[in-house]
């Protein structure tokens, strides 16, 4: 057994593997200072809620309460290990800072008040407002953060009882675009890879994906390979010198926004050398003339100069994927938060359609998700979109879910698209919508163009209701601020990226008077009186593992088949994979195996999208397209992006994140080591541009849009010339360092969307956090102080001049165990 500074050391300990091997077991356990093993009274089955990789762990109670984390050695996700998030992120479940009590707004201030006043009053509003102004003033926007029963109760409600189409969640800021990709490319969610696809692949694409600081524990995975024999050859796309781009066989740093050009070289760059397979192709796929007609404008000189690259470059990655024989890909934020999100992220689709990579180990496709639950969200249609992968523009499947419900079909809103998050704002803005409910998410924050959307939220007219488990920047604007126990306080179950589902039990009670949001919600619909067509209640359960079963009927026949699970079969091992029923009961590793795909137009999830101008496929055209259920590869053209540098703003400005941080930082700020290894907002640029402009490390920049402004110290860093990054976790709620919503004087506000713009994907609707055109001045020099950013990550300093920079270290209350299991002598 090892000890380890974890923060100093993110990934931890290398165990070399090689292809076709099982990845070594690495136990991670971090318990509060001074506890061992044996002060632990009980150890509860869990998994991370930090990101989307869904790491099997078990959580330490002592006393009741929550004193440390271990990673489970069975899990399939993780073999035991962990993230620093999930080493050091729990602490922040018992946080003074607690909501403890709901809160009602009496008199312009937020006062406490008990359960049933903040209940009655929430019920009340929506029923006043369903009689004067009907279904559609009602609101629901929600999260990638809960747990599947609680968004199957959600959408439930929202769409069969209260019967809105105005339901989404963050998962649209988030990975709306991994769910709009699959449904074009395969007509139906749900993901064609598998962790252990890693541990057999000998090419990996991460394309606008920092793993490494993202999903941590999955990068690790790749670490182990890459120390291994016979290492796979890795391909980063990303303007940052991530550290994948450090890892990497070939880095293309392209100007952010020129991802479907690039996309496109690569796929001409692959056909031209005929590295197709065209089997597979004439067997599984519709739309490959189209496509090579396309292509022929997209030679590699052409993209060199669009984005930036060297033609050596992209013709060597090309060959890469080309000569692959087991290639695995994932997608992620650089991609999504772009102009053409859905069209990118297809084309990497494409690419393992014409390559015939799919379904056999090693050969797979994340269209990653990111946060933990969010996979959850999307199937239980709390995004909107109906369970079970159900198509709103199918009458069949919606008589269906009305069946499962028991109620008429004509009461489940499907006469159009379901309202996206950024539309649902806009008609809180326009007035239309009154009543918003907000479940764990922070959009006073995580949204674009800040200004606004404090406007928005703050409305007299609007009602607003925030459930959270801390008074976040938009609990402050509510209404009624509704305090939610969470993960560690309840139990439920949630499936990752590659389709496992945990389990994950209650250790500890919830501090206070909090309660869980299953319960929060399941008492919402009591109170409303939501009733099936036989008069009895819509919602039929109490507990999450009634929800879970009535959540498993919902599922039958559909592709992400639960059937075959239950909260039993979910104790003690390993996490799960959908879909798990007759045929599969101890799950499926690997979907689309046989070249079958889920896009059959009687079956698939949806007709899919015009990439360019977001027009649903009517289902008459679909049929045309893809009447036997192939794969659809999907062409598309390069669109320079909305906003471009000028004279007036100079550089383009990107957002995204650091290892230490999760998001609003609600969590991870009240985690010790975590928030002192990344405790003030910072801006990045290349150290060509610092030299042009006669900037250092540490200096007081101001950065502006035509949004707003922010300020923040420099770090200079390997990111690409012309190119400013700013992390988007600094909100203002620790308002002690002087910052308040929308701060114009002194310090500046530092909140990333002050700066990012009200705009979208046209398919998948998902925002634009990535491109952006931005100036910057300097306020005042460094006077000694770097800047906070840290040293482990792409922010790690390079170049010289100004003040030393620290490593980035945890010290003593950072020491985490590790217990390596020899395997093989791998060590
Ligand atoms: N530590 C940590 N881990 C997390 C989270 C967290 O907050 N903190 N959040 C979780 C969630 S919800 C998500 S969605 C994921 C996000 O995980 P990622 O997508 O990996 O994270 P980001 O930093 O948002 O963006 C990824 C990269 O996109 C690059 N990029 C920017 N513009 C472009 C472009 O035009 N083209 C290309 N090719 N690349 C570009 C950026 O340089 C950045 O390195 O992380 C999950 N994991
Ligand atoms: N500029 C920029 N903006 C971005 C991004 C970017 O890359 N750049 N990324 C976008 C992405 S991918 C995402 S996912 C979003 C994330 O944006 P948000 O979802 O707004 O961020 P979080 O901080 O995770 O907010 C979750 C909230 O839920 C609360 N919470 C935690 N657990 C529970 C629980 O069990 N129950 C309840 N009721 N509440 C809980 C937390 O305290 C917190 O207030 O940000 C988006 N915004
Ligand atoms: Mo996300």
């Not at 938009?474 to 990752?496: C, I, R």
Request: charged share 25%.
């Amino acid at each position: 057994m090892g000890r380890l500074d974890r923060i100093a050391e993110p990934w931890g300990t290398r165990t070399p593997y090689g292809p076709g091997e099982t990845w070594p077991v690495r136990v991670d356990q971090h318990l509060a200072e001074g506890l061992g093993d044996d002060d632990v009274d009980a150890w509860h089955q869990s998994a991370s809620i930090l990101h989307s990789n869904g790491d099997g762990l078990d959580i330490a109670v002592k006393d009741g309460r929550i004193v440390g984390v271990r990673g489970r050695a069975e899990d399939r996700v993780n073999h035991g290990r962990l993230g620093p998030k999930d080493l050091y992120g729990w602490q922040a479940n018992g946080s003074p800072d607690r909501l403890t009590k709901p809160l009602v707004r009496r008199d312009g201030e937020l006062v406490e008040t008990d359960w049933d006043t903040a209940m009655e009053a929430v019920a009340g509003r929506t029923k006043e407002l369903l009689a004067e102004r009907g279904a559609s003033s009602i609101a629901f926007y929600t999260t990638g953060q809960l747990f599947l029963e609680e968004y199957y109760t959600l959408g439930l409600i929202a769409h069969g009882g209260i019967g809105t189409n105005h339901v989404d969640g963050n998962t649209r800021l988030c990975t709306a675009t991994a769910a709009a990709a699959l449904k074009e490319s395969f007509g139906c969610d749900g993901q064609p890879g598998s962790y252990t696809d890693l541990d057999h692949a000998d090419v990996i694409c991460l394309y606008g994906h920092n793993m490494a600081e993202t999903q941590t524990v999955l990068w690790t995975r790749i670490l182990d390979r890459l120390a291994g024999p016979h290492p796979p050859a890795i391909v980063c796309v990303d303007p940052r010198e991530t550290p994948v781009a450090r890892a990497a066989t070939v880095h293309l740093a392209p100007r952010p926004g020129t991802n479907v050009m690039l996309m496109n070289a690569l796929l001409h760059e692959v056909l031209a050398h005929d590295w197709v397979d065209h089997d597979y192709v004439e067997a599984h796929a519709v739309g490959f003339p189209e496509l090579q007609k396309m292509l022929q404008g997209y030679s590699v000189e052409r993209a060199a100069e669009v984005c930036g690259v060297l033609e050596a470059d992209l013709r060597e990655a090309a060959r890469l994927i080309g000569t692959s024989e087991r290639l695995f890909s994932t997608v992620l934020q650089g991609f999504y938060q772009s102009h053409q999100a859905t069209a990118a992220a297809v084309l990497v689709n494409n690419v393992h359609i014409v390559r015939g990579m799919l379904g056999k180990p090693g050969c797979g496709i994340l269209q990653m998700n990111g946060q933990p639950t969010a996979q959850n969200t999307r199937e239980c249609g709390a995004d909107g979109d109906l369970p079970a992968f159900r198509n709103w523009s199918n009458d069949a499947h919606v008589e269906d879910l009305a069946r499962v419900w028991n109620i008429d079909p004509v009461d489940i809103p499907h006469y159009t698209a379901p309202t996206h998050a950024m539309q649902i704002m806009r008609y809180v803005e326009d007035g239309s919508i009154r009543f918003l409910y907000v479940t764990a998410t922070n959009p006073a924050v995580s949204m674009p163009e800040l200004q606004r959307m404090r406007s928005i939220l703050s409305q007299d007219r609007l009602f607003l209701v925030v459930q959270d488990i801390f008074l976040s920047e938009t609990a402050q604007l509510a209404d009624v601020v509704l305090p939610a126990a969470t993960w560690g306080e309840k139990t439920g179950t949630f499936t990752n990226v590659d389709r496992t589902v945990h389990l994950s039990e209650k250790a500890v009670e919830p501090p206070g008077e909090a309660r869980s949001d299953f319960d929060i919600l399941v008492d919402y619909a009591r109170r409303l009186d939501l009733r099936d067509k036989d008069g009895a209640p819509l919602v039929k359960w109490t507990t999450p593992e009634e929800a879970f079963e009535g959540w498993k009927e919902c599922t039958r026949g559909r592709p992400c088949d639960y059937t075959g699970l239950s909260y039993d079969e979910l104790r003690g091992g390993s996490g799960i994979q959908w879909p798990c029923n007759d045929e599969h009961p101890d799950g499926t590793e690997r979907i689309y195996e046989d070249g079958q795909f889920w896009s059959a137009p009687d079956y698939c999830e949806s007709y899919g999208r015009d990439l360019v101008t977001g027009t649903p496929v009517s289902p008459t055209e679909y049929r045309a397209l893809n009447p036997d259920g192939k794969a659809v590869l999907k062409a598309a053209e390069y669109v320079v992006p909305h906003e471009v540098p000028s004279s007036d703003y100079p550089f383009q400005l990107i957002t995204g994140r650091t290892l230490y941080h999760f998001h609003t930082r609600t969590k991870t700020a009240r985690a010790p080591q975590l928030q002192a290894a990344a405790p003030e907002v910072w801006v990045e640029c290349s150290a060509a541009d610092a030299a042009e402009q006669g900037w250092a490390e540490g200096d007081l920049l101001e950065v502006r849009t035509p949004r707003g402004r922010v300020t923040a110290r420099l770090r200079v860093s390997g990111i690409r010339q012309g190119v400013l990054f700013l992390p988007f976790h600094y909100g203002y709620w620790d308002t002690g360092a002087g910052h308040q919503p929308g701060d114009d004087a002194g310090d500046g506000g530092r909140a990333a969307n002050e700066l990012t713009m009200t705009d979208w994907d046209p398919a998948s609707k998902q925002p634009l956090f990535k491109t952006a055109a931005a100036t910057a001045t300097r306020l005042r020099g460094a006077d000694g102080e770097p800047s906070r950013a840290p040293t482990t990550t792409a922010s790690r300093p390079v170049g010289d001049g100004g003040p030393p920079v620290p490593d980035t270290r945890g010290g003593d209350a950072a020491q985490a165990d590790e217990r390596l299991e020899t395997v093989g002598g791998a060590r």
